[in-house]
């Protein structure tokens, strides 16, 4: 059996393209070792989209995206449009996409990579060994919530963070399910001492954990859990969050690695899964040819697991990874404190975690055919 996967590609703005077309590649190579067939189709999305059509997410890309088997993202956003209001601006296409394709669990995996722990301001005793799995709501709070508006008159602006019960279960359940497969243990962060809407979360996450009694459950408020996550990062294994609050506490964690080009993500739940690196758009280094492409390969690495079931060749993907890293060969971005590391540019990287998967997957069908 020949397994299919139709991705949409939407690389987007700034680095969006240059790290997508590394994830590419390493998908690629995934398709021709293991004899699948793998289509991907192109289209626009973000600032690139308005230049071109006048709006963040055109229909066509919508269209497609809606028939596709798994939508993979680069970045969104450039500074030429910072004077636009929100609504308008290359970020509402990636909040009409998600919207649209209705996965609400964001899963952002922060992992201390061996041999990474220099690159990191924080002691490497204290990162070492550090697992923590963001499960963001993706679809509610903030960035979702009615009403809001700047009302120029009034001088006055406001945003709603709502939550509705049903909300806060199915993503629950999410994080609960995933825990029961790691350490067991969900870290659930709200502002419960003055916010209604964390109360309604609280009292509904304690709730579905009864369902779980295997995994065992705390409360952190959001401003001790942004010390924590820097003081003791070990003790967490998944962190359940609203959105914006996990949008802010997942940069945060990249501080374990200290780069925010590592880290992936997979959005799930919805009709179509969404992929996309955690790091936005970085306009100053786009098109030097030097950001990292770790972070859109590993999310290349989500896709397969999640979209495809394709678990062996997403644990080759990773591993790979780590191949290329013990080699000592890094991204400028992951080269601080570590004078022996050999600095690569993107394309680079993306060629030799490629080239290590090859060997990877090689000797593994070569076991097989034993
Ligand atoms: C992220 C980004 C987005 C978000 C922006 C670009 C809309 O920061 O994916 O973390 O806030 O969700
Ligand atoms: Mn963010």
Known sequence: MTKKLNILIVAGDGIGPEVTSEAVRVLKSVAEMGGYDFQFRHELIGGVAIDAHGTPLPQATLHAALA???????????????????????????????????????????????????NSPLRPEVVEGADILFVRELLGGLYFGQPRQWDKQANAAWNTMRYTRDEVVRVAKVAFELAGKRRKKVTSVDKANVLEVSQLWRATVTEVAQQYPGVALEHQYVDAMAM???????????????????????????????????????????????????????????????????????????????????????????????????????????????????????????????????????????????
Do not use: C
Not at 96 to 109: D, V, Y
Not at 341 to 370: K, P, Y
């Open 68 to 118: 596709s088997d798994a939508v993979l993202l680069g970045a969104v956003g450039h500074n030429k449009f910072n004077a636009l209001p929100p609504g308008e601006r290359p970020e509402a296409g990636l909040l009409q996409i998600r919207a649209a394709l209705g996965g609400f669990a964001n899963l952002r995996p922060s992992f201390a990579w061996p041999g990474l722990s220099s």
């Open 228 to 370: 924590h996550i820097m003081n003791t990062p070990r003790s967490f294994d998944v962190v359940l969050t609203e959105n914006l609050f996990g949008d802010i506490l997942s940069d945060e964690a990249g501080v374990i690695t200290g780069s925010l080009g590592m880290l992936p993500s997979a959005t799930i739940g919805g009709k179509v899964d969404l992929y996309e690196p955690v790091h936005g758009s970085a306009p100053d280094i786009a098109g030097k040819g030097i950001a990292n492409p770790i972070g859109a390969i590993l999310t290349a690495a989500m896709l397969l697991r999640h979209s495809a079931g394709l678990d062996q060749d997403a644990d080759a993907i990773e591993a790979a990874v780590k191949k290329v890293l013990d080699q000592g060969y890094r991204t400028a971005d992951l080269a601080r404190g570590d004078k022996s590391a050999q600095v690569l540019s993107t394309t680079d990287m993306g060629s030799r975690v490629a080239a290590a998967l090859n060997e990877i997957i090689d000797r593994r069908q070569a076991m097989h055919a034993v």
